[in-house]
């Protein structure tokens, strides 16, 4: 994954701007702490909390990074494609990391738990001779 480029020339100033170009780059599989770096964001805390601002980012943020799990999730299969026999333990620490996040991100898609949810009723009576 390359890293996300940015000039401070193109940098929004304004908060949904901010969040719309973060979302972006989230999208494609990049850090927060990578995508502060690019937009000129002192930290990944600072972008987080302007992305938090309103119920609208925060929604597009949760979008966004469901959509960043999915982009991990793909990205472990062109890493497996691509592997060649002298670097498939290369290839298999950045699919296992990758498995990893995406899991942590949508564990309802992703995640080891298998997630059972059923409703059971048992009616006791107490029953005299």
Known sequence: ??????????????????????????????????????????????LWRIMQGSEQRRQRYAHAREMQARTLAEQTLEISDGAEPETVQVARLRTDTRKWLASKLLPREYGDKLEVDAKVQIDFRLVRE
Do not use: F, K, Y
């Not at 972006?24 to 690019?38: D, E, K, P, W």
């Open 1 to 46: 994954m390359t890293n996300p480029t940015t000039t401070l020339a193109t940098v929004p100033r304004d908060p949904d701007a901010i969040t719309e170009q973060a979302c972006q780059l989230l999208t494609q599989g990049h850090t927060l702490r990578a995508i502060a770096l690019a937009l000129g964001v002192t930290d990944a805390s600072v």
